[in-house]
C-alpha cells in the first residue's frame, strides 16, 4: 500500500565519556545540524542512510524531521545540548502527526550527562508521542551500544554491515524494506542479549579477522528461509 506518511530523522554522536572535549549544541551546527527539506536535499544524494531510505519508501509521504551529526570525539552530550536537540526533534515529530511509521538515522551510543542511554531514551520518547501500533524502525552504526530500552522501543534495530563503514545507504535501505514490510501489516520478532564481552577495534573489523567470519556467518543465516 502506498501513500503512508513516514518521519525521517535522526542524531548521530558516538560518545566518547573519556575525551575532555566538550559535546555541545555549536558542535553539531559546526558539523551536521539540518532541519525540514534541507535534510532530504543534502542527505539524500549522499552514502547515507537517510538516501536509502528515501529510495526504498519512494511512494511514501516522507515527512523530514530534524537530523544532526557530529564527531566522536565528544565526552557526553551536555544536558542542555541533548534536551534542546530532543525537544525540537520531538516538537517536529508531533508537527507532524499522524504518522504511519518514523525511521530514526542513529548511531546508537550517544550519552548525555544526565542519561546514559540517550539513544533509548530518543527512541523511547517518540514511541510515547506515536503510540504502540506504530511501526519504528532504527538504522545504527555497527559500533552501537545496544540496550534493552532500544529494544523495547523499537520494533527493528538494523545495525551497517561493514567497519570500516561503507554500507550507510544500505543499511538506510534496510530499515525502510522493514518498514514497508510492517506497514504492509507483516509482522517482525525482535530479540535483545547482552554478551559480556568487549571487542577491541583492531579485531572489529568486517574485511578480515574473526569478527569477519561472524558477520558472514549472520548474513548467510539471515538469508535462510524460515
Known amino acids: 500500500m502506498s501513500g503512508k506518511r513516514v518521519a525521517i530523522g535522526g542524531f548521530y554522536q558516538e560518545s566518547h565519556s573519556f575525551s575532555p572535549a566538550p559535546a555541545t549544541l555549536e558542535e553539531f551546527e559546526a558539523c551536521t545540524l539540518l532541519r525540514g527539506p534541507e535534510l532530504f536535499e543534502q542527505l539524500g544524494v549522499m552514502n547515507h542512510e537517510v538516501a536509502g531510505v528515501l529510495?526504498?519508501?519512494?511512494?511514501h509521504k516522507c515527512l523530514p524531521l530534524v537530523y544532526g551529526a557530529t564527531s566522536a570525539s565528544g565526552m557526553p552530550l551536555r544536558e542542555a545540548c541533548y534536551d534542546s536537540?530532543?525537544?525540537e526533534y520531538l516538537d517536529q515529530l508531533r508537527s507532524a502527526l499522524p504518522v504511519d511509521g518514523v525511521v530514526m538515522t542513529m548511531h546508537g551510543a550517544m550519552v548525555a550527562e544526565h542519561i546514559d542511554?540517550?539513544?533509548?531514551?530518543?527512541?523511547?520518547?517518540?514511541?510515547?508521542?506515536v503510540g504502540p501500533d506504530t511501526p519504528i524502525t532504527v538504522?545504527?552504526?555497527?559500533?552501537?551500544?545496544?540496550?534493552?530500552?532500544?529494544?523495547?522501543?523499537?520494533?527493528?534495530?538494523?545495525?551497517?554491515?561493514?567497519?570500516?563503514?561503507?554500507?550507510?545507504?544500505?543499511?538506510?535501505?534496510?530499515?525502510?524494506?522493514?518498514?514497508?514490510?510492517l506497514l504492509d501489516g507483516g509482522k517482525v520478532s525482535q530479540a535483545y542479549r547482552s554478551i559480556?564481552?568487549?571487542?577491541?577495534?583492531?579485531?572489529?573489523?568486517?574485511?578480515?579477522?574473526?569478527?569477519?567470519?561472524?558477520?558472514?556467518?549472520?548474513?548467510?543465516?539471515?538469508?535462510r528461509q524460515g
Do not use: C, F
Request: net charge negative; charged share 20%; proline share 3%.
Open 139 to 181: 538504522s545504527l552504526d555497527l559500533h552501537a551500544n545496544v540496550t534493552r530500552r532500544m529494544a523495547t522501543a523499537s520494533d527493528a534495530l538494523i545495525g551497517y554491515h561493514t567497519a570500516p563503514h561503507i554500507d550507510q545507504k544500505d543499511t538506510g535501505a534496510r530499515a525502510a524494506h522493514v518498514m514497508q514490510h
Open 196 to 223: 559480556p564481552m568487549i571487542v577491541a577495534a583492531e579485531n572489529g573489523q568486517t574485511t578480515y579477522g574473526p569478527y569477519s567470519e561472524v558477520m558472514d556467518q549472520a548474513i548467510q543465516t539471515e538469508t
Open 85 to 87: 536537540l530532543r525537544a
Open 55 to 59: 529510495e526504498v519508501l519512494a511512494e
Open 117 to 129: 542511554d540517550a539513544t533509548g531514551d530518543l527512541i523511547s520518547a517518540v514511541r510515547g508521542i
